[in-house]
């Protein structure tokens, strides 16, 4: 076996390690919380079509996600490992298709490269442990991408089933996260098109054939769920695609610069290799010879930077279907250049890693509260350890491929930031009170029987109703339930003054408050006997 090869053994090895280490860690407010509990609910109530959150119908995204984590915690129980199991499996098979797709198209060197690329790139890493609909959204855009990019680049005799399992991506995108998973793929194809001034491309793509197994896929689930619930297409569709992108519905606005700076700190030790790899793989290829992949990646990245750079509505996570596409760019240099050109690149982060530990080791020191300053001194250790392990190994890997050695150093980085991203996700599980209700919920759940009515006033912490199995009563608090309860009255208690005649009526109840509107409750004289108290929620029971 190569050195190359064994290298890359043990550094597989090494990644599986760190994301089976960070399983069990506590889910985060709010979108662990959220969709683990959509899928424990779904399990628990048996109905596979009506998304619920907190018993409330919740249609914002649809249910490949929550499928396969009702499944998961039907086999393996109502804990993080169940909720996190399908997220990791995504990451698993992104890396299994940039893999497989790079050796096809580049050889073997590349296929290694692209996947240390996206195993050191500490936001997708990090991702692949984290329950979002992003990651499954990335694994099936990627699966689609890579496929259309084998069958495209291959003899035409054997184009069909790649074409085929391109549309199957697309229709599993869409049942991931809505109607990205056919705009992303069209308009790269269009734009691939329109740039090379060559059409051709478009009757390769089985039409019949893709769209038959597109729509046995992607239909049946949308059909079923609007039937039961006919308020559906008009949320989903309108409200959740055009009024989201088109509008600051959601407020989640950011200047139109804001997702670039996270791709390049996503790559962060290759960050600065980012432009380079791009511009020299555009100007390889050239229109009328073999299928430009490299092009058409590139048109791929850029079209899903433009298209969530002009959205309204703006999260972190959203260009994470960027990573694995030029992953296989970034890959594919990597492996041409000589290392002596790639020293420079890896040298520039080291510093930027150093300023990045001096200015997060103040943290403590400008936190609002004693509480949180207390959980980031203890956070500090963890992070500082990781990052100041990445700066020293991109030092030395610098001074290894200054001096001509290239597989050994790139090892080194890839296995030294896999350790940065398990280390301080380690320091992350310091700040999970601050983050995850599983501490409140153990302290309800000290109290709590079957009969004990649930209130959560002013605030929804996403992450109890998972860790108390069971749902709670929103009080004051619409927000993304707004919807569900408009569709079903009666599900909540809408005012403060509702609450306290509820609270007053009899048997057990608990109540978890937002700490600004506890003393409220007091002034009205409600009967209230603290169990819980930090920055975020104030726990109370009825004596």
Same mark, same amino acid.
């Given at each position: ?87 990791? %499996? &995504?990451?698993? *098979? @992104? =890396? !299994?298709?940039?893999? #497989?797709?790079?050796?096809?198209? +580049?050889?073997? /060197? ?100 893709? %769209? &038959?197994?597109? *729509? @046995? =896929? !992607?239909?049946?689930? #949308?059909?079923?769920?609007?039937? +039961?619930?006919? /308020? ?117 982060? +080291? ?193």
């Amino acid at each position: 076996m190569s050195l190359s090869r064994s290298l890359a053994l043990l550094v597989a090895l090494l990644a599986f390690l760190v994301v089976a280490d960070n399983m069990q860690r506590p889910l985060a407010h709010p979108d662990e919380g959220r969709y683990a509990e959509i899928s424990r609910e779904m399990a628990a109530s048996g109905d596979w079509v009506t998304p619920r959150l907190n018993g409330i119908k919740y249609f914002e995204k649809p249910p490949l996600q929550y499928w396969a984590g009702a499944a998961a915690i039907t086999l393996f129980g109502e804990n993080e490992f169940a909720a996190r199991l399908y997220t990791a %499996l &995504a990451g698993l *098979l @992104t =890396l !299994a298709a940039v893999g #497989f797709t790079a050796r096809r198209l +580049a050889g073997d /060197e590349a296929a290694l490269a692209s996947v240390g690329v996206l195993l050191s790139s500490p936001y997708f890493l990090g991702m692949a442990g984290v329950v979002t609909l992003d990651m499954g959204l990335t694994a099936w855009t990627t699966l689609s991408v890579c496929a259309f990019l084998v069958g495209a680049s291959g003899p035409p005799a054997a184009r069909r089933p790649w074409m085929i399992l391109a549309w199957a991506g697309m229709a599993l995108a869409v049942l991931s996260k809505g109607l990205v998973g056919i705009v992303f793929p069209a308009a790269a194809v269009f734009l691939h098109c329109a740039v090379h001034r060559d059409w051709r491309i478009l009757a390769t793509l089985e039409w019949a054939h893709g %769209l &038959a197994c597109f *729509l @046995t =896929l !992607a239909t049946p689930w #949308f059909i079923l769920v609007a039937v +039961a619930n006919p /308020e559906f297409p008009h949320f989903f569709f309108v409200h959740e695609h055009f009024e989201r992108f088109l509008t600051g519905t959601h407020r989640r606005e950011e200047p139109w610069w804001y997702f670039w700076p996270l791709l390049l700190a996503g790559f962060l030790p290759w960050m600065f290799a980012v432009a380079t790899a791009a511009a020299e793989a555009w100007r390889r290829e050239t229109a009328g010879g073999a299928f430009p992949w490299r092009r058409f990646s590139l048109l791929w990245v850029a079209f899903v930077m433009v298209f969530f750079s002009a959205s309204s509505s703006k999260l972190p996570a959203y260009i994470l279907p960027v990573f694995p596409v030029l992953a296989l760019v970034l890959g594919d240099w990597l492996a041409r250049a000589p290392a002596t050109r790639l020293w420079k690149p890896v040298a520039l982060v +080291a510093p930027l890693v150093v300023a990045g530990i001096i200015l997060g080791w103040g943290a403590p020191e400008r936190s609002e509260n004693a509480w949180t300053r207390e959980l980031y001194a203890d956070a500090r250790p963890w992070v500082a350890a990781g990052l100041a392990l990445l700066a020293f190994t991109l030092a030395a890997a610098a001074a290894g491929l200054r001096a001509g050695r290239k597989w050994g150093p790139l090892a080194a980085i890839v296995a030294a930031a896999i350790v940065c991203v398990d280390l301080v996700e380690d320091g992350y599980v310091r700040l999970s009170p601050r983050q995850s209700g599983m501490a409140a919920a153990q302290r309800i759940a000290k109290d709590l029987t079957p009969a004990t009515r649930v209130y959560s006033v002013g605030l929804y912490d996403q992450t109890i109703p998972f860790y108390l199995r069971r749902t709670v009563t929103l009080v004051d608090y619409r927000d993304e339930f707004s919807m569900g309860l408009d569709l079903e009255p009666g599900r909540d208690v809408p005012t403060l003054g509702a609450f306290a005649a509820d609270w007053a009526r009899p048997g057990e109840a608990m109540a978890i408050i937002h700490p600004d509107l506890y003393e409220q409750l007091s002034d009205r004289g409600l009967a209230m006997a603290v169990l819980h108290r930090d920055q975020r929620r104030i726990i109370v029971r009825k004596p």
